[in-house]
């Protein structure tokens, strides 16, 4: 990619984000903790911020309230919407950061997550953790086993025929990813169409409404620990875009970083997709809306992407438990709302990414 393809991806100069890197990500930052905010009081049943304020105050001994109001609100604010308003984001993180590192890994602006076939491979294992009628600890781990198998076995292919080049493991991936989407057929047409099918379809769509606290915990550390490290390796990013020879030239260890780069994205994509099934077009989508804000330094790109990533997803969770009486999958959604984001996104991208 050229130099003059890289600086068409932004209608703001890269320079220019360069001068502001603090204002553009402390605004991005606002408009995720107001999206937090509000996501925290609408639903079914709204809450006004003065409600979560004092709830929040009377859960830190800063203040009293009535004991059945208090029990009310900490069941509906703790056990039912912070649950899932973490893990939107995340999960919306996570995947915006896995897309904006792999396109950066493979030069090429049409890589999502599921490059290397992790989410068909996570996929499989979850709809056979359901099909073996496993606890839902099963599922999860079932699910992040194969996504993390499917990669394994991308890298295998792209090693063994072709001493692991780009085009190799782009190849890889797209024979890992058909092995394990045909096996994923084998197990919806084995499975119990009136017993298990349906909950395999579900979770195929992709939701968040079976996220527990207790789910949002465990997965925090991990994906703030993978996503700080992805950005730590922004520079490496750069480089690479360039070509491996001038990344060596650099002093870029040009495999350790690439494999490096894919093994970080692929543990945010499996961990993501354990947890709340297939969620599509965010990593595809939200890497180019934050490049068009950020220019293509990844040093500013990726945590641009994690926070946009998280306003998304949060923004595509409103719209599945408001839209309509009956929660709509938030796969769904996203595919619904990343259409015309991913058109308007494209009109303006264009001419960069035929560069």
């Known amino acids: 990619m050229t130099k003059q393809g890289l600086d068409e991806h932004a209608p703001i100069s890269p320079g220019s984000a360069q001068k502001h890197p603090l204002l553009i990500l402390h605004t991005l930052a606002l408009l995720l903790l107001l999206l937090t905010l509000y996501s925290l009081s609408t639903g079914r049943y709204p809450l006004a911020m003065g409600d979560i304020f004092h709830f929040i105050s009377a859960s830190l001994?800063?203040?009293?309230?009535?004991?059945?109001?208090?029990?009310?609100?900490?069941?509906?604010?703790?056990?039912?919407?912070?649950?899932?308003?973490?893990?939107?984001?995340?999960?919306?993180?996570?995947?915006?950061?896995?897309?904006?590192?792999?396109?950066?890994?493979?030069?090429?602006?049409?890589?999502?997550?599921?490059?290397?076939?992790?989410?068909s491979g996570a996929a499989f294992g979850a709809a056979l953790g359901i099909l073996l009628n496993g606890s839902w600890l099963f599922v999860q781990a079932s699910s992040f086993f194969f996504g993390i198998a499917a990669v394994v076995f991308a890298l295998f292919i792209a090693r063994a025929f072709g001493q692991g080049s780009l085009l190799m493991l782009i190849l890889g991936g797209i024979i890992s990813g058909a092995f394990f989407a045909a096996m994923l057929s084998i197990v919806k047409y084995a499975a119990d169409p009136e017993n298990v099918l349906p909950g395999i379809v579900i979770w195929?769509?992709?939701?968040?409404?079976?996220?527990?606290?207790?789910?949002?915990?465990?997965?925090?550390?991990?994906?703030?620990?993978?996503?700080?490290?992805?950005?730590?390796?922004?520079?490496?990013?750069?480089?690479?875009?360039m070509g491996d020879d001038e990344a060596r030239m650099l002093g870029v260890p040009v495999a350790f970083a690439r494999y490096g780069v894919i093994f970080c994205a692929t543990l945010l994509s499996a961990l993501t997709v354990s947890l709340a099934g297939i969620i599509g077009w965010i990593g595809?989508?939200?890497?180019?809306?934050?490049?068009?804000?950020?220019?293509?330094?990844?040093?500013?790109?990726?945590?641009?992407?994690?926070?946009?990533?998280?306003?998304?997803?949060?923004?595509?969770?409103?719209?599945?438990?408001?839209?309509?009486?009956?929660?709509?999958?938030?796969?769904?959604?996203?595919?619904?709302?990343?259409?015309?984001?991913?058109?308007?996104?494209?009109?303006?991208?264009?001419?960069?990414?035929?560069?």
């Open 204 to 241: 195929l769509m992709g939701s968040l409404s079976a996220i527990s606290l207790d789910d949002a915990r465990w997965i925090l550390i991990p994906v703030v620990l993978l996503v700080v490290t992805l950005c730590t390796l922004g520079r490496w990013l750069d480089a690479l875009a």
């Open 61 to 119: 001994g800063w203040g009293e309230m009535e004991q059945a109001r208090y029990t009310l609100l900490h069941d509906l604010f703790i056990e039912i919407r912070l649950p899932r308003v973490l893990a939107a984001i995340l999960i919306g993180a996570s995947l915006s950061v896995s897309g904006a590192a792999f396109q950066g890994v493979f030069q090429n602006p049409l890589v999502s997550p599921n490059l290397l076939g992790v989410l």
């Open 284 to 355: 595809l989508i939200v890497p180019h809306v934050a490049r068009l804000i950020t220019g293509p330094g990844h040093g500013l790109l990726l945590p641009a992407s994690a926070l946009l990533g998280g306003c998304f997803l949060l923004s595509a969770d409103l719209v599945a438990r408001n839209f309509s009486a009956q929660e709509i999958p938030i796969g769904i959604v996203t595919e619904l709302l990343g259409i015309p984001v991913f058109l308007l996104v494209l009109r303006h991208a264009r001419r960069g990414w035929s560069a």
